[in-house]
């Protein structure tokens, strides 16, 4: 019977995008998150954020019975809540965007964590990160380092990451999971941790539940700096309005980025809208941008040369060129991203097969 309760909660999450996997090996990282309680409801949960009084209705149970349950699983980065105006609104999170991130993003290091850590790792070796990338649209995209995007050119608006942080009502800083979770398993490239930026609603949960710390929109761009700095790429929704995140990540520990480092798999996550052009009648072939570069991008043999196919548009390299012979460019191509969280899922869950 308990084994069903974890089985129908696996059903719950693959109703969202990213999915989860059916294997023996999930059942016992769920066991470590959920309690029996946990689980039976959070399988019958909705996935999108619902009033207390509309999701007991549904449940045949009492408020007073089900929203203890419900704020302790938001404690735990299991469950969703905001308020919209006085009335309680909840929902199950997926597992990633969600409870995978949350679970680290506090940069707790204790046993529990640790055993975590090594779940997650080892279910993201055995397919479930197949799974993950397996749809034409991509959850995450890259976002160009704005002062590389080159003076005339038009730009979104969804392109400038300051856009994102100066309209921002609400701003949350929180440990980057990836990186914790792969220190807590003794494979951290060591960059700064402290660069997870979170936005509006989502926001507001981190800091109510203890996952981050509020910000103002001055640190905000001060972590863009910083990360730029330490050579990190930004990550952010796929999505053109209300971003939850920008994550600041590398390709050695990022979940997302490991897609194409590790997994070999190019489309894992959508790139820029601009990709690397090179000015070899300058280039020195000194062999800095190949070294910034996280996707194998560059080569150098007389002068730097760049694979457009493996360009993710980031704009990192640029900044360590000493004779300014690297820009961006305009991609000839490009697929703009879904307008908004909803129609991005509903995208890839119809690619996957779920709609």
């Known amino acids: 019977m308990t084994q069903d309760m974890y089985q129908q909660l696996i059903d719950k999450l693959n109703q969202f995008p990213s999915?989860?996997?059916?294997?023996?090996?999930?059942?016992?990282?769920?066991?470590?998150?959920f309690t029996e309680d946990?689980?039976?409801?959070?399988?019958?949960?909705?996935?999108?954020?619902t009033p207390l009084a509309t999701i007991c209705d549904s449940l045949g149970r009492k408020e007073?019975?089900?929203?203890?349950?419900?704020?302790?699983?938001?404690?735990?980065?299991?469950?969703?809540?905001?308020?919209?105006?006085?009335t309680?609104?909840?929902?199950?999170?997926?597992?990633?965007?969600?409870?995978?991130?949350?679970?680290?993003?506090?940069?707790?290091?204790?046993?529990?964590?640790?055993?975590?850590?090594?779940?997650?790792?080892?279910m993201w070796h055995s397919g479930w990160a197949?799974?993950?990338?397996?749809?034409?649209?991509?959850?995450?995209?890259?976002?160009?380092?704005?002062?590389?995007i080159p003076s005339g050119v038009e730009v979104f608006p969804y392109e400038r990451v300051s856009k994102f942080i100066d309209e921002a009502d609400y701003l949350a800083l929180s440990v980057c999971y990836c990186r914790h979770e792969q220190e807590l398993l003794g494979k951290s490239c060591g960059r700064p941790k402290d660069v997870c930026l979170q936005f509006g609603p989502f926001a507001r949960y981190v800091v109510e539940r203890g996952f981050g710390r509020k910000i103002t929109k001055e640190e905000a761009h001060k972590v863009l700096a910083?990360?730029?700095?330490?050579?990190?790429?930004?990550?952010?929704?796929?999505?053109?309005k209300h971003i939850n995140f920008i994550c600041n990540c590398c390709g050695c520990c990022c979940g997302i980025l490991g897609g194409i480092t590790r997994l070999h798999k190019p489309h894992s996550v959508a790139t820029s809208h601009f990709v690397l052009e090179i000015d070899a009648d300058t280039c020195s072939a000194c062999g800095a941008c190949v070294d910034r570069c996280h996707f194998g991008a560059l080569t150098v043999n007389e002068v730097a040369e760049v694979d457009p196919d493996k360009c993710l548009g980031c704009g990192l390299c640029n900044m360590v060129c000493p004779t300014e012979s690297l820009k961006m460019r305009r991609r000839e191509e490009i697929l703009e991203p879904k307008r908004n969280f909803r129609e991005l899922m509903g995208a890839i869950m119809q690619e996957k097969g779920k709609l």
């Open 130 to 148: 197949e799974d993950l990338f397996a749809s034409r649209t991509q959850m995450a995209r890259i976002v160009v380092m704005e002062k590389e």
């Open 38 to 49: 946990e689980a039976k409801l959070g399988a019958e949960l909705p996935i999108f954020p």
């Open 226 to 240: 910083v990360s730029e700095e330490a050579g990190l790429v930004h990550l952010s929704d796929n999505t053109q």
């Open 64 to 86: 007073t019975e089900v929203k203890p349950l419900l704020e302790s699983m938001a404690n735990k980065g299991l469950v969703y809540h905001r308020k919209q105006e006085s």
């Open 19 to 33: 999915g989860a996997p059916k294997t023996e090996q999930f059942v016992e990282l769920l066991k470590s998150l």
């Open 88 to 122: 309680d609104l909840y929902s199950l999170f997926p597992l990633v965007p969600g409870i995978f991130e949350l679970q680290f993003m506090k940069g707790e290091v204790n046993p529990k964590t640790k055993r975590l850590a090594e779940l997650f790792d080892k």
